[in-house]
């Protein structure tokens, strides 16, 4: 099916392609390696596709959130032994912005690269994490 929706864009001359990494694929955590090799592989994939399919009209970016809002985080604070109220105001302190992300931070992004107006953004690698990268 992917192959047949990017021969679809190639032909018609015009296609966004959108993949969702982590942060953590560009910049490895510790006891996380499988997972950040997993996204950096999206992130490689991605810029192939990228340079492959823009002489097309075709533009492949990739997403790379940071800490978002999202039931990860209740797990991250089960894991913690705290509540979810004290592991959200932990990320948040690290984060430049002073708060973690929402799900609707990454959907505008997306968004914003799917529209005509994102035609000469190719091959990038768009942080969502409020400064932390």
Known sequence: MAFAIRWAMQAAGWGRIVTVASG????????????????????????????ELGP??????????????????????????????????????????????RAEDVAALVAHLCSAAAGTITGQVVGVDGGLA
């Open 56 to 101: 097309h009209g075709v533009t492949a970016n990739a997403v790379a959130p940071g800490v978002i809002d999202t039931p990860q985080l209740d797990v991250d604070a089960a894991d913690a032994g705290v509540s979810a109220a004290e592991i959200r105001a932990r990320y948040a302190a690290r984060v430049p912005a002073g708060r973690v992300g």
């Open 24 to 51: 953590w694929g560009v910049s490895g955590y510790p006891r996380a390696s499988a997972y950040s090799a997993s996204k950096a592989g999206i992130i490689s994939l991605t810029r192939a596709v990228a340079r």
